[in-house]
């Protein structure tokens, strides 16, 4: 993820962050029928230091039906 902002993020900063990494990843933003969500620190935490964001995809209806991992060009 790009470097966090030193104030405490709110839910749509986090979640603009998360969709750029998607775009990084995919080449393009998620899906419609998959939500982005993110897990990470409280307020609290972030005033101690903690950054750690973890960028989540997950199905908006029912169970995904294959990984959204991409695949590693081979050389």
Do not use: I, N
């Amino acid at each position: 993820m790009p470097p966090a902002p030193e104030k405490y993020p709110d839910d749509a900063k986090l979640l603009t962050l998360c969709a750029a990494r998607v775009r990084k990843t995919f080449g393009t933003g998620p899906p419609k029928d998959l939500l982005l969500r993110y897990a990470g620190p409280d307020e609290l935490e972030w005033a101690r230091g903690q950054r750690h964001v973890a960028c989540l995809v997950t199905s908006r209806k029912g169970r995904l039906s294959r990984s959204l991992v991409p695949e590693l060009e081979k050389s």
